[in-house]
């Protein structure tokens, strides 16, 4: 049997579920991740060749969202909440991916975020078909405006000297450089699915994940 630390290096993460109590989400923390899977919210794929994160719209949210999340919040090597900030040194999440399942009335997925301590900074999202960045709410790069789901692609951010860099697929070239200047900031990744039984969709209905690789550096 497979464990998703298997395939990823989680040592450095802990895990937010769509389980638990009304505000409360299940976490599970570094040092108990290494053999911990949980479907089918939290598992590696058939192919045993990503790990698989998925959200649905009636599940347990924390008390500062509406909507539920199975995802990945970086922590420090001392098993600490990472926080850094946008101005001191260099900070830099890799993840190769794929969406791989969205709800019905409201198919929009968020896949990986640079966060600060109240709010995200940056998120890389999927809306129906439209792939984007998106920061403050507001859409800022099309990435691809005919995705496919199970398509695999790259993106990283990399926040340094007061700005957050946003690459797709070309590791070279930025497609966005964001200005941010924030304090306590941390990566987060997996899927947080956008929608809830308010939006209309069944509790069920979900919004999946496949992570293939995922790394994080701080220089």
Known sequence: MFFPADLLDLSRWALTLPTGVDDEPTEIFPADLSTFTHPPYFQVNRSGTAVWFRANAGGVTTAGSGYART????????????AWSTNVGEHTMTITQAITHVPEVKPHVVAGQVHDGSDDVVVFRLEGERLMVETEGDPLVELDPSYTLGEVFTVRFVAANGQVA???EDMTVPVARIPVDADTC???????????EEMGDRPDAYGEVAIYDLV???R
């Open 71 to 82: 995802e990945l919040r970086e922590m420090t090597a001392m098993g600490e909440r990472a």
């Open 166 to 168: 946003v690459y797709y």
């Open 186 to 196: 941390y990566f987060k990744a997996g899927a947080y699915t956008q929608s809830n």
């Open 216 to 218: 994080v550096t701080h």
